[in-house]
């Protein structure tokens, strides 16, 4: 089936300690995001690549950065991680192909840091 | 500031009672709009979507929502719930080829058996 994938889905980090999480589609979707999600709150777009097209939010810290190699992968590399950082982090993908660009996620990496 | 609200931040229920969410937003533009649901542990889901037609909307597990342009809302709703339907669920907005979502704050919908 196709589907959006991240690993690992639970990471455990130490304060500081730079931290990569990954994220992968099998639908072929030109656009990937990846949202932070804190507890009980509504996923927080952080950035999103449309094709190579990288567009940060505006209140995106600058510790988050994103890489996307090819249209299947992209990364989440958290710099040096704070305990704020400890979250959810979800990816998504869309296409242009469907009616509404519905967002399509994944299972989420929920991070630890310690 | 384009917003999406949904009113209640917590739901009780028995199960067989009727549900219903509200959901408004403040986008001027012709919008699509959506309901995803997380269930505990998992991820987000895709309940229903609109984006034209039928302003009455049927998504999976029974869910319907319908969108009123007059009202700015897009209530989400089901006849008879089930202790399956606990979960957290998210109104989200676009705007009509705008590829970011907007979301609500989400509400918490519990099911008592």
């Known amino acids: 089936d196709a589907m959006v994938i991240q690993n690992p889905r639970y990471q455990v980090t130490q304060f500081g300690k730079p931290v990569t999480l990954s994220c992968s589609q099998t639908?072929?979707?030109?656009?990937m995001y990846w949202y932070q999600q804190k507890s009980s709150q509504a996923p927080k777009l952080l950035f999103h690549y449309y094709d190579k097209d990288f567009n940060n939010e505006a209140d995106t810290p600058d510790n988050f950065q994103s890489r996307r190699p090819n249209t299947s992968f992209c990364f989440l590399d958290i710099r040096s991680p704070g305990l704020g950082d400890a979250a959810m982090y979800l990816c998504?993908?869309?296409?242009?192909?469907?009616?509404?660009?519905?967002?399509?996620f994944g299972p989420g990496t929920r991070l630890t840091v310690t | 500031a384009q917003s999406v609200s949904q009113h209640n931040h917590h739901v009780i229920l028995s199960e067989a009672a009727s549900l219903e969410l509200g959901c408004n937003y403040s986008?001027?533009?012709?919008?699509?709009l959506f309901w995803y649901v997380q269930y505990p542990g998992q991820h987000l889901q895709l309940l229903l979507k609109?984006?034209?037609?039928?302003?009455l909307v049927k998504g999976i597990k029974g869910f319907e929502a319908e969108f009123i342009k007059s009202k700015f809302s897009f209530n989400l709703r089901k006849p008879s719930v089930q202790w399956s339907d606990t979960a957290e669920y998210f109104c989200?907005?676009?705007?009509?080829?705008?590829?970011?979502?907007?979301f609500g704050a989400g509400t918490t919908v519990t099911v008592r058996a």
């Open positions: 998504a993908t869309s296409t242009p192909r469907t009616a509404a660009y519905e967002q399509y």
């Open positions: 639908l072929n979707h030109n656009v």
């Open positions: 609109y984006f034209s037609g039928d302003p």
């Open positions: 989200a907005v676009n705007l009509f080829n705008d590829y970011k979502l907007s």
């Open positions: 986008y001027g533009g012709t919008v699509n």
